[in-house]
């Protein structure tokens, strides 16, 4: 007979009284938390398991039916308000069929052979690939996914996903990561921070990254999302799951 927390959903979504539009992560999983972050959802002081959409003026509504239906996508458990659920909206199949409103533009999950692995729809930016370039992924053109160097550890490959994911989500791309895996990145042992050390004289400072800048200035949302990557959470056990291929994210014929 499943426990009381097997049958909790891992989101929900509906309106407070006070704070308007909110989510709920009743079993305080980090990897929920990480992607409630990556859609603009911040925590409520005194709050533990509550986080407010940031700027609902801007289409709040509408963003966070596209992050329910994505989450849901990816493979987490969600519960909504009705006015909420994408899966009500009276031209909810028009809407899908017309573009990828409610389709990830860029999925991570594990590959039973590569590891872990990215996808992008093929009606996604360009500006996707360029981001996940820049972040050492590489694109096979053979199976049209995006993997990492053979060389390249667990912890980094991990930390490339949260890289990777933020920048995507700076510049409005619309990211689904595989529930575990999430939980697994959200998980990971912060990086030690360097030192910052003075220019040395006769060398270039550091530039900033073209595509970075590109995509932030692209972003219709920049001004709204966190800057810095969120402080991962301790993270609740979860059961071992066969891997999963990303493009299964996207719905529509390849």
């Not at 519960?79 to 909206?89: F, G, I, R, W, Y």
């Not at 001004?223 to 301790?234: W, Y």
Request: hydrophobic fraction near 40%.
């Amino acid at each position: 007979m499943p426990s009381h927390y097997d049958v909790l959903p891992d989101l929900a979504f509906g309106h407070h009284p006070v704070y308007g539009i909110v989510a709920a992560n009743p079993k305080n999983l980090a990897a929920s938390t990480w992607m409630l972050k990556g859609f603009d959802f911040h925590p409520i002081p005194d709050q533990p398991t509550l986080y407010a959409l940031a700027h609902q003026e801007r289409d709040g509504h509408g963003r966070t039916s596209r992050a329910v239906e994505l989450l849901r996508k990816a493979g987490y458990r969600v519960d909504v308000d009705a006015a909420l659920d994408p899966s009500l909206a009276p031209e909810a199949a028009p809407a899908r069929s017309r573009g990828p409103q409610g389709e990830p533009d860029v999925a991570f999950a594990e590959h039973p052979q590569l590891g872990i692995v990215a996808a992008i729809d093929d009606r996604a930016s360009g500006l996707s690939g360029l981001a996940l370039a820049e972040h050492g992924w590489r694109h096979n053109p053979i199976l049209d996914i995006y993997t990492l160097p053979v060389t390249t550890g667990r912890d980094e490959t991990l930390g490339k996903v949260a890289d990777a994911t933020l920048a995507l989500h700076r510049s409005g791309v619309q990211v689904a990561v595989h529930p575990c895996l999430a939980q697994e990145v959200a998980a990971r042992p912060r990086p030690v921070a360097a030192t910052t050390a003075s220019p040395v004289r006769g060398q270039d400072a550091p530039r900033a990254s073209p595509v970075s800048a590109a995509a932030l200035a692209a972003s219709p949302a920049r001004a709204g999302l966190p800057g810095k990557a969120p402080v991962p959470a301790p993270a609740a056990p979860t059961a071992a799951v066969r891997p999963v291929d990303p493009r299964i994210a996207f719905s529509r014929d390849r």
